[in-house]
């Protein structure tokens, strides 16, 4: 019985091997890379000119994807959390209305609030935001508390609000916008607000509580309300930020455009939804990051931008746009089974 | 090499090779990154023999499982099915071959009635291509019958307990005729009846001559069921034996390659003033009246059988589902608790039963589910997580409690069962509850870890925290409790005292 003499384990400690992991966003930005030289090539060999040392489009590029992105962080935020938000798309044309009405130059006789022209732009910057605000907040309690699919709820709201944008001035747009808002959508404004929050958020998802907890309900609501979070409380909180994330996307989209008009922001949900995942956020939750959703967006940047320099039909650019969105779930889908079965 | 069509064709035939072993596993090696989980192991299995797998957490049964029922594919090895050479690519393989798995993890879809369950892949279906429901529903019944189960075909599964379902995975097994069935702890959510029930079963199918894989941490199930008992630990093959010529002590010091003296060191412990007592408490539907003081430093035993509310009344004392009547006190002062939180302000801390459901955040690293629930409360200044103190008093937990893992930033779902468990019993140690609610604190662990933790709550009780412990296994109620109380279909049927308590009272009071 005793002819077994294979060494005594000692059970309690694996071995100090360093397993240095990789940041997860270092394939996408692989991918972000590459995909810059391929438009590059594809520039020389049917346009004659370089793609990526246009400072112009580089520019134009960066700002359009500032806005989604803005978005995107409240996004990700929220499907790290497990849930979904359809309605910042909405929740732009809504905002962006309301903040326009309220940054008309001084006598504009046509203004919607004639009384209120002129005002500084402070008040049209809060009202958009705490409009957002606002919605978040519907959108967060609907979902916590009456125990509806985030799906469902952030739908009804993509809806209403879109209908709120159009009521507001029966569709038609809002113009003379005060010089000083404009401001706000000038210059490399827009791309400074979205890195800021980028940054504040990626550190607070990283190393605050509110981020452990965002990801704790994300990956396990039922366990993360046994450990003693109130879950109900932070889905709140996450989808009011969401929620100013999106009006303060509205009030820079309406300064760089000068004008509120009732349609902006259509499909932008899904621009910052696809942004999220492309960089590796899992639309089942528990697992994301913000670096990567800024490369995420920065490669739909890259896809819109390349394929105008390109001069391939607009039509073609939304069914190739698509494919790659979906190549990038494959993708990581495939990445995360790997990682599991090690 | 054999090839999994021709092995059905083969079976369906009715043909009977005649070679002694039916599965006959050598030099099978299996890597994942940073762990060597399996190194040159064999196995062999008889036809009509139970054969048990014994071995620590982490120890490679399950992973050699897993690569016998085609699930995980090896680096290298060779198998034999009943004496010819095969290869498996997938669980389909595997049951094409003949070999079924009945797996720890229930595996059932909850929407679904028990018999598409059971079916599925395989419904009986007419010319037009539709699912014939009734015949699905009388060959359900005729396997229920064999077996001598009793559950309704059309119930669906989410209706059933864990116990019932767990004998439906028995059945689905059963029901593809394999001759290789593999059970993976099967009776961790069994009570004492149904695994005799189980083992009738497992005896008709040695008769046909059907050959049983058994993982098993239960010793006393070894030693009723088990003809061989193969050892495995870290990955290695340690030995195989008749299980009729070693004893319990052999196997153990085969398992942990070390002598554990003790099963259940009970330590005598001032037992101190009240803590929490519960008065008439009723969750409407699921239990009512139930009424006990817990003192500090005793550890109070709750068992009945599984479905008899034992858990739910834990789950209300911590606030997950709130009372519907009753009453909670703790230290004296009425308290009205409604959620977790509150519950971990009074100072209780509770280990949930299903570690998958409730436990584990299985995407997250080992880190942040040991560190979740202390965070609630401290170690987070303005917001901001104090990192270098938690990494600290995580890696102070990791080796007390013998953690098995790389590092702290290994995502848990990599873990072994028993070392996930381990983690979240460290999860409530850090926030040092004064009142501990434990739910099957062992379910599914190896004798080494459940030895250790066994010694952990005394050690707990000794300093002064109040245990309420319920467990499915009557010698760990036993051996740990100062107390037990017993329930029946959701009433206590008594509280009996250490010193007259033994198994055939607490069944009595269990069963009624």
Same mark, same amino acid.
């Not at chain 1, 739909?300 to 390109?310: A, I, P, R, W, Y």
């Not at chain 2, 762990?35 to 014994?54: S, Y």
């Given at each position: ?33 590459? #995909?810059? =030289?391929?438009?590059?090539?594809? @520039?020389? +060999?049917?346009? &004659?000119? *370089?793609? !990526?040392?246009?400072?112009?489009? /580089?520019?134009? #590029?960066? =700002?359009?994807?500032?806005?989604? @992105?803005? +978005?995107?962080? &409240?996004? *990700?935020? !929220?499907?790290?959390?497990?849930? /979904? ?258 | ?512």
């Amino acid at each position: 019985m005793a002819k077994e003499s294979v060494p005594v384990a000692n059970a309690g400690e694996a071995s100090p091997r360093g397993r240095r992991r990789l940041p997860p966003e270092l394939s996408i930005l692989g991918v972000m890379i590459g #995909m810059m =030289l391929l438009f590059e090539a594809l @520039g020389w +060999i049917f346009e &004659g000119q *370089t793609f !990526i040392f246009n400072a112009l489009r /580089i520019k134009i #590029m960066i =700002l359009q994807e500032a806005e989604i @992105g803005i +978005i995107a962080v &409240g996004v *990700t935020q !929220i499907i790290i959390m497990g849930g /979904i938000d359809l309605s910042s798309g909405s929740v732009v044309g809504m905002t962006a209305m309301i903040a326009a009405s309220l940054a008309q130059t001084e006598g504009y006789t046509h203004a919607v609030y004639p009384g209120l022209t002129g005002l500084n732009p402070v008040f049209p910057v809060i009202a958009g935001v705490v409009c957002g605000m606002i919605v978040g907040l519907i959108n967060g309690s609907l979902i916590a508390y009456t125990k509806i699919p985030p799906f469902i709820a952030t739908l009804g709201m993509m809806v209403s609000a879109r209908g709120v944008a159009d009521w507001y001035t029966n569709g038609q747009p809002i113009g003379n916008l005060t010089d000083a808002y404009a401001v706000i959508g000038s210059g490399w404004w827009p791309v400074i607000i979205f890195l800021a929050a980028a940054a504040i958020f990626h550190v607070a998802l990283r190393y605050t509580r509110y981020g452990k907890f965002t990801y704790a309900i994300g990956a396990n609501p039922l366990a993360a309300r046994v450990s003693g979070i109130n879950v109900e409380r932070h889905m709140v909180l996450v989808y009011t930020i969401a929620g100013v994330m999106s009006g303060l996307c509205g009030v820079v989209h309406t300064a760089r455009a000068i004008s509120g008009q009732a349609g902006v922001g259509v499909g932008f949900e899904l621009d910052a939804i696809a942004a999220s995942v492309i960089g590796g956020t899992s639309l089942s939750g528990g697992v994301g990051r913000l670096t990567g959703t800024c490369i995420g967006a920065v490669i739909l940047g890259v896809l819109t931008s390349g394929f105008t320099f390109l001069n391939v039909d607009a039509h073609y650019q939304e069914i190739i746009k698509g494919g790659v969105i979906v190549a990038a779930v494959i993708t990581d889908q495939y990445r995360q089974r790997k990682r599991r079965t090690a | 090499m054999l090839s999994p069509t021709t092995a059905q064709a083969i079976r369906e035939s009715g043909a009977v090779p005649k070679s002694e072993y039916l599965l006959e596993v050598e030099n099978v090696r299996k890597a994942f990154p940073g762990v060597l989980a399996l190194d040159n192991v064999q196995f062999k299995l008889k036809r009509g023999h139970v054969h048990a797998l014994m071995g620590e957490n982490g120890a490679g049964k399950s992973t050699l499982m897993k690569i016998i029922s085609g699930i995980y594919t090896p680096d290298s090895g060779s198998f034999r099915l009943k004496g010819q050479e095969i290869r498996l690519n997938s669980p389909l393989d595997a049951l094409r071959y003949g070999i079924a798995m009945i797996h720890q993890e229930l595996n059932l879809m909850a929407y679904m009635t028990v018999a598409e369950n059971i079916w599925i892949r395989r419904e009986p279906r007419n010319a037009l291509g539709f699912v014939r429901h009734e015949e699905m529903r009388r060959r359900t019944q005729e396997l229920f019958d064999r077996l001598d189960i009793q559950i309704d075909p059309e119930i669906e599964v989410r209706d059933l307990s864990v116990a019932s379902r767990q004998m439906v995975e028995i059945a689905k097994a059963v029901s593809y005729d394999s001759d290789v069935l593999i059970m993976d702890e099967p009776t961790s959510a069994l009570t004492d009846r149904e695994v005799d029930h189980l083992f009738k079963i497992i005896r008709t199918l040695k008769s046909q001559g059907k050959g049983i894989v058994y993982i098993t941490h239960k010793m006393n199930e070894l030693f009723e069921i088990a003809d061989e008992v193969s050892v495995f630990r870290d990955g290695k093959f340690v030995g195989e034996h008749p299980a009729a010529s070693v004893t319990r002590d052999d196997i153990i010091k085969l398992m942990v390659g070390r002598e554990i003296t003790q099963m259940f060191p009970k330590q005598t412990v001032p037992i101190g003033d009240v803590i929490l007592s519960v008065k008439n408490l009723t969750l409407a539907g699921r239990f009512q009246d139930i009424s006990f003081d817990l003192r500090k430093g005793e550890i109070l035993g709750l068992a009945g059988l599984v479905g008899s509310g034992r858990s739910n009344v834990a789950e209300t004392i911590f606030g997950v589902t709130p009372a519907t009547s009753g009453t909670i006190e703790i230290d004296g002062k009425r308290i009205d608790i409604r959620s977790p939180a509150q519950a971990m302000d009074s100072g209780m801390a509770f280990l949930t039963e299903d570690r998958k459901e409730t436990g584990c955040f299985l995407l997250l690293d080992v880190m942040s589910n040991m560190q979740i629930a202390l965070l609630r409360r401290s170690h987070v200044k303005a917001g901001f997580v104090d990192e270098r103190t938690l990494q600290k008093l995580c890696l102070e937990q990791k080796n007390i409690l013998r953690i098995r893992t790389p590092d702290l930033e290994e995502t848990i779902l990599n873990l072994s069962g028993g070392n996930q468990q381990k983690v979240l019993i460290a999860r409530w140690l850090m926030i040092h509850p004064r009142i501990l609610i434990l739910d099957e604190p062992t379910r599914g662990i190896d004798v080494g870890a459940k030895a250790e933790i066994h010694r952990l709550i005394g050690d707990l009780a000794g300093r002064g925290v109040a245990v309420l412990m319920i467990s499915s296994e009557l010698p760990e109620v036993l051996g740990m409790s100062d107390r037990v109380l017993v329930m029946h279909e959701g009433r206590q049927t008594g509280i009996v005292d250490r010193k007259d308590a033994d198994q055939v009272r607490i069944m009595e009071l269990a069963s009624q």
